[in-house]
Nanobody, 125 residues
């Protein structure tokens, strides 16, 4: 079992920045993947950033060059630095962990088997 605890959400004006953190209780193996997803009311869950143990990183075009994912393996913390936030970024943000080494499907939510409880990000115009 892997517990994931997110923090760092909040309210910010458009153009501002936030950094989300996700603390993992353990890693199940030396090869795994982690990601950030978001879900706004009435919308499907969307992958916004993902990284695997080879530090291969994926972003969708909607956040590329604005969001940065990185991790501290020693502390078992995953981060998401979000810059130039837009009202369209408003959503609940979830951290996810996959026991599998993912590559082309890093942003596919069905590939992740552990999820955090989520942290709300609200961006006002």
């Amino acid at each position: 079992q892997v517990q994931l605890v997110e923090s760092g959400g909040g309210s910010v004006q458009a153009g501002g920045s936030l950094r989300l953190s996700c603390a993992a209780s353990r890693f199940t193996s030396s090869m795994y993947s982690m990601a950030w997803f978001r879900q706004a009311p009435g919308h499907e869950r969307e992958g916004v950033a993902a990284i695997n143990t080879d530090r291969i990183i994926r972003y969708p075009d909607s956040v590329k060059y604005r969001f940065t994912i990185y991790k501290d393996d020693a502390k078992k913390i995953l981060y998401l630095q979000m810059n130039r936030l837009e009202p369209e970024d408003t959503a609940m943000y979830y951290c996810a962990y996959s026991s599998a080494y993912l590559d082309n499907n890093l942003l596919s939510p069905e590939r992740y088997n552990y999820w955090g409880q989520g942290t709300q990000v609200t961006v006002s115009s």
